[in-house]
């Protein structure tokens, strides 16, 4: 008795996803709204775009 093989059919192995950063959503900026004062913290209508310190700009969250 033998068992029946399995038809040999490559699978493709999907690439590897990096998962985009949640911080910047995969634009690897994050843009945050320009804080006037120290203590209130007043958003105003300006927003900074700074590199992402959570994937450094590549959009995608650290495996780490
Ligand atoms: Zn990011």
Not at 22 to 48: L, M, S
Request: with cysteine; net charge positive.
């Amino acid at each position: 008795m033998t068992a029946a093989k399995k038809p040999a059919t490559r699978r493709k192995t999907p690439l590897p996803r990096p998962s985009k950063c949640p911080d910047c959503g995969g634009n690897g900026e994050c843009t945050e709204a320009v804080k006037v004062g120290t203590r209130k913290g007043r958003i105003t209508d300006d927003h900074q775009t700074g590199l992402c310190l959570t994937c450094w700009g590549s959009g995608e969250a650290p495996t780490d």
